[in-house]
């Protein structure tokens, strides 16, 4: 791979293009604390859809930030913003289609992803991926993601926590919902919801649990669902929440307990005690990063027990509840 990143002219332009998922956006940024650092001159930008712009809105490593709505004129418009950031390198963090058409029609002369991935021909640069240390079977995503920038020339580093910063109006805004709910104390944000059915612990175990906590700790157990969301019983369900309302709601949280997907990133993000519930996930690949974190697997996810939860829960108990 040719290490163009040190060649790079005084306020160059580097775009990250990461079109979808919340989990996997929040995962890149170390890598851009970590270019940021070495060369503070160059501006970033970071391709993202409109849902997840708020994991990146108040990052100060970021220079600017392009939605790109699922839809055709969405995509032209975005296209048109990037090109107009005149980016020197963009780099392909996503193998789908539109990733690459992007990239390819960017107006970047360099054009940077991993090796394996589809769409090669968008790209001029294609680096292997990086083999894991001695003694370990993957590399995490944040290293994964790293990897690439260092093959671009950035200097060796070890890659830093999850970046997310919050809007202060957000944080009491969500509070002040939850007063109006009834939840005026301590709460535990459960994560119920899962991309797939089989990543989902079954809601009767979330309800046990919620009782759990309640009479252990006397923590209220709070929900949340972009959609009309399925309730727990003994929680709160807040329907219709954005992803801010969400990453508010974890950050007012005492404590967290989820199923795998963006509210585990969220939670190590912002330094929150968890209980991750893993079914079919890679561990190695995506567990949390540089969090207070214990977690559980079991397929199906319906063999874990709530004793086993409470297990965990109570480990993190003693410093953190």
Same mark, same amino acid.
Not at 305 to 315: C, F, M, N, W
């Given at each position: 791979?040719?290490?163009?990143?040190?060649?790079?002219?005084?306020?160059?332009?580097?775009?990250?293009?990461?079109?979808?998922?919340?989990?996997?956006?929040?995962?890149?940024?170390?890598?851009?604390?970590?270019?940021?650092?070495?060369?503070?001159?160059?501006?970033?930008?970071?391709?993202?859809?409109?849902?997840?712009?708020?994991?990146?809105?108040?990052?100060?490593?970021?220079?600017?930030?392009?939605?790109?709505?699922?839809?055709?004129?969405?995509?032209?418009?975005?296209?048109?913003?990037?090109?107009?950031?005149?980016?020197?390198?963009?780099?392909? @963090?996503? $193998?789908? &289609?539109?990733?690459?058409?992007? +990239?390819?029609?960017?107006? !970047?002369?360099?054009?940077? *992803?991993?090796? =394996?991935?589809?769409?090669?021909?968008?790209?001029?640069?294609?680096?292997?991926?990086?083999?894991?240390?001695?003694?370990?079977?993957?590399?995490?995503?944040?290293?994964?993601?790293?990897?690439?920038?260092?093959?671009?020339?950035?200097?060796?580093?070890?890659?830093?926590?999850?970046?997310?910063?919050?809007?202060?109006?957000?944080?009491?805004?969500?509070?002040?919902?939850?007063?109006?709910?009834?939840?005026?104390?301590?709460?535990?944000?459960?994560?119920?919801?899962?991309?797939?059915?089989?990543?989902?612990?079954?809601?009767?175990?979330?309800?046990?649990?919620?009782?759990?906590?309640?009479?252990?700790?006397?923590?209220?157990?709070?929900?949340?669902?972009?959609?009309?969301?399925?309730?727990?019983?003994?929680?709160?369900? @807040?329907? $219709?929440? &954005?992803?801010?309302?969400?990453? +508010?709601?974890?950050?007012? !949280?005492?404590?967290?307990? *989820?199923?795998? =997907?963006?509210?585990?990133?969220?939670?190590?993000?912002?330094?929150?005690?968890?209980?991750?519930?893993?079914?079919?996930?890679?561990?190695?690949?995506?567990?949390?990063?540089?969090?207070?974190?214990?977690?559980?697997?079991?397929?199906?996810?319906?063999?874990?027990?709530?004793?086993?939860?409470?297990?965990?829960?109570?480990?993190?108990?003693?410093?953190?509840?």
């Amino acid at each position: 791979m040719v290490e163009v990143l040190p060649d790079l002219p005084q306020g160059a332009g580097v775009g990250f293009i990461r079109l979808r998922s919340l989990g996997d956006t929040l995962l890149l940024t170390p890598a851009a604390a970590a270019l940021k650092s070495w060369r503070p001159d160059v501006c970033l930008a970071i391709l993202v859809e409109p849902r997840f712009a708020a994991v990146v809105a108040r990052n100060p490593d970021f220079d600017a930030i392009i939605e790109a709505p699922a839809t055709l004129a969405g995509r032209v418009q975005a296209l048109r913003e990037l090109r107009r950031f005149h980016p020197a390198l963009v780099a392909g @963090l996503h $193998g789908g &289609s539109t990733a690459a058409w992007l +990239a390819r029609f960017s107006g !970047a002369p360099q054009r940077a *992803t991993f090796a =394996g991935l589809r769409h090669a021909w968008a790209y001029n640069l294609l680096t292997p991926p990086e083999a894991p240390p001695s003694g370990r079977v993957r590399l995490h995503t944040v290293e994964h993601v790293l990897s690439l920038l260092t093959s671009l020339g950035l200097p060796p580093v070890a890659p830093g926590p999850l970046k997310l910063v919050l809007r202060p109006e957000a944080r009491a805004r969500v509070r002040k919902h939850l007063t109006q709910r009834g939840v005026t104390g301590g709460y535990a944000f459960l994560g119920t919801e899962a991309r797939e059915p089989d990543m989902r612990w079954p809601l009767d175990c979330f309800g046990r649990l919620a009782a759990w906590l309640r009479d252990t700790y006397g923590l209220a157990s709070v929900q949340a669902s972009a959609t009309a969301g399925e309730p727990v019983p003994g929680a709160t369900l @807040l329907s $219709g929440t &954005s992803v801010e309302e969400l990453m +508010a709601l974890e950050a007012e !949280a005492d404590l967290v307990i *989820t199923n795998d =997907g963006g509210p585990v990133h969220i939670a190590a993000a912002l330094g929150k005690p968890l209980v991750v519930l893993y079914s079919i996930t890679d561990v190695d690949v995506w567990h949390p990063w540089q969090a207070p974190a214990r977690w559980l697997q079991r397929t199906p996810l319906s063999a874990l027990t709530v004793d086993e939860v409470t297990v965990e829960v109570a480990a993190l108990a003693p410093t953190r509840l």
